[in-house]
């Protein structure tokens, strides 16, 4: 979610931090700050935007400094927590947790160390400090202190008298810039454009020294590890449609780099924070009864498909509300109650209504899910976590979704573990199956020509059914909402269960039927479901895993995923429906990227 820029060059390296936060902004942060050696250390922090740092350093100029954008997880948004963090002539920037600062905080406190800010980060600031104590090179110092740090972090440290920036990485990117001029570093590609494309790419455990004519590289171990450099593939404008025809079909094909961005956190965890939703998550997860999730449209759907996690791995009652019909009801109020809000933009207004209404009634444990870091969704609630799907652009939403699907799947971990209920061996199976996700996603996306295929064949249909049970009923909702916003072709979604109580009626050859499939414990029951669609001569089209034993025939279509993954299986299955509305839209010539009657960010009610 934050940020990090370091320089050293030949130049004023001040515009170059900003303008690396500036192009960080997307992360999500709320406040900024930076370091420069002159040969002094100055320190420079602003809660708010890079903007107002950007006034405050004016007339400034150094050749060595870092910069940091931070989303507070551990204490308040405030100008004492803002980085850059100081221990006497050092200064640190961190983006990450680490899970082991209490321990390492208290030690320090009995060695005389004063902490002024909530931080883990200040810790790192202080450990390194005492390490020079007996470790007088920077280099070494950072490369030994690292080496206690527990958790996931990317960290840029500077000191007076040392010319040059040193950075370390362990579960959070972190890369080098080659200049011909000076040395750079930074979270993302992005922030170095303007100055260098030629990447260096760090990995876990390494711990780099950039200077002005130069850098070096090495292990925890000491040892010397090959690096090459890379020339960034990357242009300035994410928003720039490339290769693609469409924004949506660009979005699709970006959702594995957006579950990553949004994962980032987790990446190199041995367990599961709660701070990852904020410096108040703990206090305010330790008191939650049960969970209400407010959202419309597709982060409604998100929220449908958490309500399974939540109430299976945490065992406390979810209830799931479209926003815009909860403040109209007379509801009963519980201020233990989390209150969890969805939204792509942060500015959906039947949502922020919502959210508000809740406060009203004294429910002020709230959290929003939201891809937009200044929206006011964000500012309205306790708690927030920031999907990071970058820029979406086409007004069907999909890499929103599956990136909302991610966080809630973390959110109902972290609540289970918060409970009680999630032993070591599960937490690390689900941060493993986290971090492949998107790899997992990519060989769907390998599928897209077949379901083109599948798509031809409903040009001239106008109507459709989805059907789908437990976790995956939500995604045929979803795999609906797609089909009718950019195709225009009207369809609907059932529990699978519930075709004999009525939608059967409407089943023959003109109304495919469109099933998700996979391979758990409700398979069977939608097998007899699928055959009452092709006893009324109905045409099925089946999303399977590649285990799921659903019979071919004439009128029975299956497309096989890659493979079976379990509680995270919806986000799969959904990418393959999104692709069969993409490609049937296609098909029927309408505009895919904007729908008629609808709109991006729906800010009115």
Excluded at 22 to 41: F, W
Excluded at 174 to 187: E, K, N, P, T
Excluded at 292 to 297: E, F, K, S, T, Y
Excluded at 423 to 432: F, G, I, M, R, Y
């Amino acid at each position: 979610m934050c940020g990090i820029v370091a320089a050293v060059a030949d130049r004023n390296v001040v515009p170059i931090l900003i303008e690396g936060l500036k192009r960080l902004e997307y992360r999500g942060y709320d406040s900024a700050g930076l370091a420069l050696l002159q040969p002094q250390l100055q320190c420079l922090r602003s809660v708010g935007r890079v903007a107002d740092l950007a006034a405050q350093a004016e007339g400034l100029a150094a050749g060595i400094g870092i910069a940091h954008t931070r989303w507070a997880t551990h204490g308040a948004p405030s100008e004492r927590n803002a980085h850059p963090h100081v221990s006497g002539s050092l200064a640190v920037v961190h983006n990450g947790i680490v899970e082991n600062f209490a321990e390492i905080r208290r030690r320090l406190i009995a060695e005389g160390y004063v902490f002024s800010s909530e931080t883990d980060t200040e810790t790192i600031a202080h450990l390194i400090a005492h390490t020079l104590k007996t470790t007088p090179e920077l280099f070494d110092a950072v490369r030994m202190a690292a080496g206690q740090l527990v958790g996931a972090y990317a960290i840029a440290v500077v000191k007076e008298g040392s010319p040059c920036v040193v950075v370390a990485r362990q579960g959070a990117p972190l890369l080098l810039g080659i200049g011909a001029d000076g040395h750079y570093a930074a979270s993302d590609a992005s922030a170095l454009l303007k100055v260098t494309r030629t990447m260096i790419y760090l990995e876990d455990g390494d711990i780099a020294e950039i200077r002005r004519d130069g850098y070096r590289i090495a292990r925890q171990d000491g040892s010397v590890p090959p690096r090459p450099s890379h020339e960034s593939a990357l242009t300035d404008a994410a928003v720039e449609l490339g290769p693609y025809r469409h924004y949506m079909q660009k979005e699709i094909f970006e959702q594995p780099q957006a579950l990553a961005n949004t994962l980032e956190m987790i990446g190199g965890a041995r367990s599961l924070q709660p701070n990852l939703f904020g410096a108040a998550a703990p206090e305010i997860f330790d008191g939650a009864n049960s969970v209400l999730i407010l959202a419309c449209g597709t982060s409604y759907h998100a929220g449908l498909v958490a309500r399974y996690w939540i109430e299976q791995l945490a065992g406390i009652p979810c209830t799931v509300e479209v926003a815009s019909e909860y403040r109209y009801r007379v509801s009963v109020p519980d201020p233990a109650q989390l209150v969890v809000a969805i939204s792509q933009s942060g500015e959906t207004a039947d949502t922020l209504a919502a959210v508000k209404h809740a406060r009203a009634l004294g429910q002020a444990r709230t959290l929003a899910i939201c891809n937009v870091a200044e929206s006011a969704l964000v500012r309205e609630c306790a708690l927030r976590f920031l999907t990071r799907a970058g820029p979406e652009i086409g007004v069907a939403s999909t890499k929103a979704f599956t990136t909302q699907l991610a966080a809630l799947f973390l959110l109902a971990a972290t609540l289970a573990k918060q409970a009680g209920r999630l032993s070591a061996v599960a937490e690390e199976d689900h941060l493993v199956a986290l971090r492949h996700l998107p790899v997992a996603v990519g060989k769907v996306l390998a599928l897209e020509p077949r379901i083109e295929a599948w798509a031809l064949r409903f040009a001239a249909k106008r109507h459709a059914l989805f059907l789908g049970r437990g976790l995956h009923y939500p995604i045929a909702l979803e795999g609906a909402l797609k089909l009718k916003e950019i195709s225009y072709i009207h369809a609907e979604a059932y529990p699978a269960g519930e075709l004999k109580h009525g939608p059967l009626a409407l089943v023959d050859e003109d109304m495919p039927v469109i099933a998700v499939a996979p391979n758990d414990q409700l398979l069977e029951k939608l097998k007899s479901n699928l055959q009452e669609v092709q006893a009324r001569g109905g045409e099925l089209y089946v999303f399977a895993d590649a285990d799921s034993e659903v019979p071919l025939s004439a009128s029975v279509h299956i497309l096989r995923l890659p493979e079976h993954y379990g509680l995270l299986s919806p986000v799969l299955h959904v990418v393959a429906l999104q692709l069969l509305a993409y490609h049937a839209a296609l098909v029927k010539g309408t505009d895919v990227d904007k729908p008629r009657n609808l709109a991006k960010s729906v800010t009115v009610e």
